[in-house]
């Protein structure tokens, strides 16, 4: 059962909503409208809800109340309601004018960090609230946003009025590593919108911002596998064609998958959504969606794996319907060219012919706005970042070009040459297909499915599928050759390939086998449950078909038959 946590002000009390039918769970009464609230998950892996409300002292008079400061406390979510525990054994001082609540991810999750999220501060100190005290936090970069970033040591602190983020130590306030990123200051706080996929759990070290004064989306992301962590370049789009430029004044808002392949950018009271993904060193921008109603907010269930598919909600303008869809529905179509599934086997025959490149991916130094994306997809898969796929060369292009040119020793002027144009077709093939660069890992999987099923071609069913290999399509590059892990799921599907090829004399040909998640999410439009995640289905057809309705009745009677000796169990 998925459930959301709303906040219902006029009252104030908290609900928890359950999605399938709207009906309330549970609901715990407030003695003050939360001027914070911040759902996360707990250590005992329930959810948990951290508020701020003022704690106000009444004057002798009795009618007016004067603002003492403000008082920290957590709810936690069970069966038969809501549990409530004051924190910090003190108050947190009136000098905030917009005091924010979020979590230190710690083993235990006992510990919150509390800032004025105020475009003008008038302290750059935070404080640490845990169960029976507060402790104040003296800190050079004052934050704006605190986001988790996969640590329990740091956080990311954006800062708007200066257009600058850093990583701040929590316990010290020690700036770790600091940047300037255009396009995120602001004036006016509804003209900004910031999301952290899985925040609610510890952050997945990537932030979306959305800025209407700037006409900027900007994806950050913190590396933490060096000693230091680090921020890495920003990633930015315009948004000049968006809606929600239109509708300036109001709130904006902006949500994505984990992933970051389905980042959706809205306002409040507006039905029409801007759609962009990332992708390896780059911001796309796909087809916009219309909603059937306006919006006062929507948010993002996330699945507990990354298999696992994430839900967005949107609440209706007039805050009393929640609307719910799965990636899929909004990409507008699921996947293609699978049925039916099971735990065994699952072999899928395509109608149409796959689409492969038939010539270079790059002819000439002339470049059209077709041939410019083609250009910033290559770039940023090879891991030259372009920032964003645009059709329009500026100065981060040719920064890419100029660095992919001096690492192939080519003379590193920023355009393309004929030595370039042909540096960067070999490197197409290569990044298209990456067997070509991990012979080591063929063999070895060779090995192992020579011992399973003798004679078969097991490199064949490490094809990564047509859309990965081709340059024009937004999927190129992001596939992956399968975990070991998930090898001997693939032993059913080649005991049935060998036999339709030597029992039926029939040669096949291997469309589509394994699917990363990231790969799966783009090929199948935002569907990653496919079975082609664990390696547990094949797209086939006959090679050299010459009529492709006559050839796969001929190979799905194949299938059929083996089907019914036993051999596997699912669809075809």
């Known amino acids: 059962m998925e459930t959301i946590a709303t906040v219902n002000r006029s009252i104030p009390e908290v609900q928890l909503i359950d999605v399938d039918t709207g009906s309330i769970n549970a609901r715990l009464s407030l003695n003050s409208e939360p001027l914070s609230f911040l759902p996360f998950v707990g250590s005992s892996g329930l959810w948990q809800f951290a508020t701020i409300t003022r704690a106000n002292t009444n004057t002798s008079t009795g009618s007016d109340s004067q603002l003492n400061g403000y008082a920290v406390g957590v709810l936690s979510a069970a069966s038969e309601g809501f549990t409530r525990e004051n924190y910090g054994g003190e108050l947190i001082p009136a000098i905030f004018q917009d005091p924010t609540i979020g979590p230190v991810f710690s083993k235990e999750r006992k510990s919150f960090l509390v800032w004025d999220r105020s475009l003008a501060p008038t302290s750059s100190s935070y404080r640490i609230v845990e169960p029976t005290l507060t402790r104040e936090v003296q800190s050079k ?53 910031v999301f952290a996929p899985r925040a609610a759990s510890g952050g997945t070290g990537e932030v979306v911002i959305a800025n209407v004064e700037e006409e900027t989306l900007t994806v950050l992301s913190v590396q933490s596998g060096s000693r230091l962590p680090r921020i890495d370049l920003p990633l930015q789009i315009s948004l000049r064609s968006s809606p929600v430029i239109r ?18 950018v809205g306002s409040v009271g507006s039905n029409k959504l801007s759609v962009f993904r990332k992708t390896r060193g780059a911001i796309e921008e796909i087809l916009p969606i219309e909603l059937r109603a306006p919006i ?50 699952t072999v899928s025959v395509p109608v149409e012919d796959p689409k492969v490149p038939e010539k270079p991916a790059f002819v000439n130094e002339q470049l059209d706005a077709v041939s410019v994306t083609r250009l910033q997809r290559v770039l940023a898969a090879l891991g030259y970042p372009v920032s964003a796929i645009d059709g329009r060369i500026g100065p981060q292009t040719t920064a890419a070009i100029r660095a992919f040119q001096y690492d192939k020793g080519i003379e590193a002027i920023g ?32 090995r192992f499915m020579q011992q399973r099923v003798p004679g078969v071609d097991a490199e064949r069913l490490l094809t990564l599928g047509s859309s990965n290999k081709d340059p024009d399509s937004p999927c190129f590059a992001l596939n992956s050759l399968p975990p070991r892990e998930l090898w001997s799921n693939s032993v059913a599907f080649a005991r049935v390939l060998k036999r339709v090829e030597e029992e039926f004399g029939l040669k096949v040909e291997i469309v589509s086998g394994y699917r990363s998640p990231e790969y799966s999410r783009c090929a199948a439009r935002g569907d990653v449950g496919s079975y082609h995640v664990k390696f547990q289905a094949f797209d086939i057809r006959l090679a050299d078909q010459t009529n492709a309705q006559k050839d796969n009745a001929i190979l799905f009677d194949a299938i059929k038959k083996i089907r019914d000796t036993g051999e596997f169990q699912g669809g075809a």
């Open 141 to 193: 970069a004052a934050p704006y946003e605190l986001l988790a970033v996969r640590s329990d040591s740091y956080m990311l602190a954006l800062q708007p009025r200066r257009a600058g983020a850093s990583l701040i130590d929590i316990r010290t306030g020690r700036i770790l590593d600091d940047v300037f990123v255009p396009g995120i200051s602001v004036h006016k706080p509804e003209g900004l919108a």
């Open 247 to 264: 509708r300036s004044g109001r709130q904006l808002l902006v949500v994505a998958d984990r992933a970051l392949s389905l980042i959706l």
């Open 296 to 345: 006062a907010d929507m948010t993002v269930l996330h699945g507990a794996t990354n298999i696992d598919p994430d839900l967005f909600v949107f609440l209706r303008e007039d805050g009393r319907e929640l609307a719910v869809a799965s990636q899929s529905t909004l990409y507008q179509s699921g996947s293609s060219g699978q049925l039916e599934q099971d735990e065994t086997a």
């Open 415 to 446: 355009s393309l040459s004929e030595e370039t144009l042909k540096a960067l077709n070999a490197s197409v093939a290569e990044v298209g297909d990456v067997r070509v660069s991990n012979k080591s890992y063929a063999e070895e999987y060779d």
